[in-house]
């Protein structure tokens, strides 16, 4: 179901109404996950099948993890749920890739290469395979903050329902760790909504969304092959700026939205984007762009590898693994492979000169800095967009080859760079907040203004509806 | 603070929807499907020649622009058949239709229909056109700084590279006949629409739009032809025969370049001519 569907509305009202109702008060959890569950299966009720599946491997081994004494058991059979995670997690994403690129090798015959060709991809499935690996994770690692240890298997199989399934992030996140949502598992009331808060979150997640990205959508299309063949230069630099701006917008709105619907039933979600196009460092853009998913892999895989207690040399490499599977997790793809190795490699090559040459932090230095990393993560996006790499090769060899041809400026261009404004403009308020160049009383009255604004343009200039774009991962 | 957003984007939307009775009633040039249908459905004009189709037939809004009893219901990605339920429900039904029967092929694109006939929604943008799509706040305050141009047919090819790809890609779709059976059934349900709406006094007119040479005879364009033809015989509706003898020049496959649309006009405008005169 998608946020900004007429269904997901209904959803949310029926839902919101019960949950609130005092006589249902103690059945607010079970509320939740039935609503999810609906707004899982809505269009697919097969991959409840999968998904439950999912939930209660979780459920029954970190049950047993969480109380057995003896230390050995509890880490093999953690060990064996995150394998049997990952492996689900293989088999649905990347059999199809693997029986595409090594059917000779792997010895498949055309039944069976088609077979794993036509495997379908259950929405959601990497960011709720990564919650169920933080779970077992985090009850291993005896966190006592998921206070789960005394509660029986039922209530352990309901509020693991609820923190894999509730609905705001289980298509595309933000990635939840257990130890930070199990401890807000407890009575909400109407009473306790932050409605300003709330307000802000989905009017600006909305907007990202349905203004920005579903009208870029539009607007970007046409860097497809073979159509991007016949823009100069310029447009194609454009167009390509026009898809930078509405990646952002297409999934920091979705986080933002998220967050809000979070808070309107009482649980705070992790914030997943901060103003990443103002980095001044690669490793900077990591702590800023889908901050769920890096801080997930620092701390599940980053520190498990050693991250940088063990000498530079594995530090640069630990870095590089992490980027390499990062750039795996977003798609069953060598584009997605190369796309992560290129950070991976960056963030290398960063750190090495980092730790080489040491230059005064001027302000010259920094506006170049965060126009150099911008300009390459822009490019980088590309990978994303034309998922054939030799598709990625010609756009670059038109970049270099069109240059002699007219700058067409119609509509669409300045459309374009209007939409894309509101995004830079973004940033550029978060900046001039950061330096206290706006003063806060009008600070206050200009918001007011602003998300009225907003809001006006979601009712009258939203886009075609179009999917997320992180859905596919 | 979360009334005062409401009551600001209340006052916009309002304000907004005012100057769109008063001030905004040229809108310029449209761009999307629902842009095309929208302005069609709700222009509170009732039109005496509709042309329905697909981006083949984009050349006849230059035509459409110099005559407001013309609307050319041009839906790229939708094609004909969107355009004549479009027609249908709306109830708005032309004395002419000129149909292309290129992309028939296309079907019913239901989501947009669906979309735009909601019963609640089609009817409330009748008083508040501030919510139709081809309304949107943006476009339509460039289109007021810079006035948009309406869609062109490309005056000449693009580069020899990108054309040869293009005329693959359309080449490789016209080597095959559509699904016969999911055909039939668009063609079933057309037959009923049209059926409708040539019971209300109109004049029904099948066309093709001419290929590239290499094309004029490929698989797809000669099964079609003959589909249609058994569909609906020419005792019903009327037929301007395929132009096979000219020769005409597209941009990438499909769409005729400016000189060769301009062309294929004269030949339509001349055998149309000839339909009236049997038809008088």
């Not at chain 1, 607010?28 to 939930?55: D, E, R």
């Not at chain 1, 990202?208 to 063949?229: R, S, W």
Request: glycine residues 6%.
């Amino acid at each position: 179901m998608l946020f900004n569907s007429f269904s997901f509305i209904l959803l949310l009202l029926i839902t919101f109404s019960l949950y609130y109702i005092p006589l249902l008060r103690k059945f607010q959890i079970p509320i939740l996950i039935l609503s999810s569950f609906v707004f899982y299966a809505y269009y697919k009720p097969i991959l409840l099948i999968l998904f439950v599946v999912s939930i209660l491997l979780n459920t029954s081994s970190s049950y047993f993890v969480l109380n057995s004494k003896n230390q050995n058991k509890r880490k093999l059979i953690a060990g064996i749920a995150i394998g049997l995670n990952l492996l689900l997690l293989a088999f649905f994403k990347y059999s199809p890739l693997l029986a595409n690129s090594f059917r000779e090798e792997l010895g498949l015959t055309v039944s069976w290469s088609q077979f794993f060709l036509t495997i379908p991809l259950p929405i959601g499935i990497s960011f709720y395979t990564f919650e169920g690996i933080s779970l077992l994770v985090d009850v291993l690692r005896n966190n006592d903050a998921l206070k789960e240890k005394k509660v029986s298997f039922t209530s352990h199989l309901v509020n693991t329902s609820f923190f894999i399934s509730f609905f705001p992030h289980l298509i595309a996140g933000p990635i939840l760790k257990a130890h930070d949502f199990y401890p807000q598992m407890k009575t909400k009331f109407f009473s306790e909504i932050e409605w300003e808060k709330v307000t802000k979150y989905l009017i600006m997640g909305y907007f990202l969304k349905m203004v920005v990205a579903d009208n870029l959508n539009e607007l970007t299309a046409n860097i497809t092959f073979p159509y991007f063949l016949g823009y100069s230069s310029w447009n194609l630099l454009l167009l390509l700026f026009g898809y930078s701006m509405q990646i952002f917008a297409d999934f920091a709105g979705y986080s933002s939205i998220a967050i809000g619907l979070g808070l309107l039933f009482g649980y705070n979600l992790p914030q997943n984007f901060n103003f990443p196009y103002i980095s001044k460092s690669f490793a900077e853009f990591w702590t800023r762009w889908h901050i769920s998913l890096s801080t997930w892999l620092k701390e599940y895989l980053y520190f498990p590898l050693g991250g940088n207690r063990n000498g530079k040399i594995r530090t640069y490499l630990n870095l590089f693994i992490v980027m390499l599977l990062g750039g795996f997790w977003h798609g069953a793809g060598w584009s997605y492979a190369i796309w992560g190795t290129a950070h991976g490699a960056f963030l290398a090559l960063e750190r090495l000169l980092k730790d080489r040459i040491r230059l005064k932090e001027t302000m010259l230095l920094q506006v170049v800095n965060t126009i150099v990393v911008f300009v390459v993560v822009t490019f980088l996006w590309l990978l994303f967009k034309l998922p054939n790499f030799d598709q990625v090769i010609e756009f670059l060899k038109t970049l270099a080859n069109n240059s002699g041809m007219k700058f067409v400026i119609s509509y669409k261009e300045v459309n374009l760079v209007i939409l894309s404004s509101f995004v830079v403009f973004y940033h550029v308020y978060y900046l001039l907040l950061k330096s206290d160049k706006i003063e806060k009383r009008l600070n206050y009255g200009f918001q007011q203004a602003v998300y009225g604004f907003l809001l006006f343009l979601i009712i009258v200039n939203s886009g075609d509806q179009s999917a997320f774009i992180y859905f596919q991962f | 603070m979360v009334k005062k957003i409401i009551i600001i984007s209340i006052v916009l939307f309002s304000l907004y929807n005012l100057s769109l009775y008063l001030f905004l009633q040229n809108k310029g040039a449209v761009y999307t499907d629902v842009d095309k249908v929208e302005r069609f459905i709700y222009s509170g004009k009732r039109y005496k020649v509709v042309t329905a189709g697909s981006s083949l037939i984009g050349g006849f809004s230059r035509e459409a622009a110099k005559r407001p009893d013309l609307y050319n219901l041009f839906l790229p990605p939708s094609g004909g058949c969107t355009g004549v339920k479009t027609i249908v429900l709306s109830g708005k039904i032309p004395d002419t239709l000129y149909l292309e029967t290129n992309y028939l092929s296309r079907g019913f694109n239901r989501p947009l229909l669906d979309d735009l006939f909601d019963p609640f929604w089609y009817n409330v943008k009748f008083y508040l056109p501030a919510l139709e799509k081809s309304n949107k706040f943006l476009p339509l305050m460039i289109g007021k700084l810079k006035p948009a141009k309406l869609e062109m047919p490309n005056k000449k090819r693009p580069k020899q590279e990108l054309f040869d790809q293009l005329l693959a890609k359309v080449s490789k779709e016209y080597d095959s006949i559509p699904n016969p059976k999911a055909y039939n059934n668009i063609l079933l349900e057309l037959k009923k629409d049209l059926e409708y709406i040539t019971s209300k006094g109109c004049t029904v007119v099948f066309f093709e739009i001419p290929s590239e040479r290499e094309l004029v005879y490929s698989e797809k364009l000669k099964y079609q032809r003959k589909t249609l033809k058994g569909f609906f015989n020419e005792s019903k509706y009327k037929w301007i025969a395929p132009d096979t003898v000219s020769t005409y020049y597209t941009g990438d496959g499909k769409h005729l370049l400016i000189e060769s649309f301009d062309r294929f006009n004269i030949y339509f405008k001349h055998q149309a001519s000839l339909l009236k005169f049997k038809k008088s």
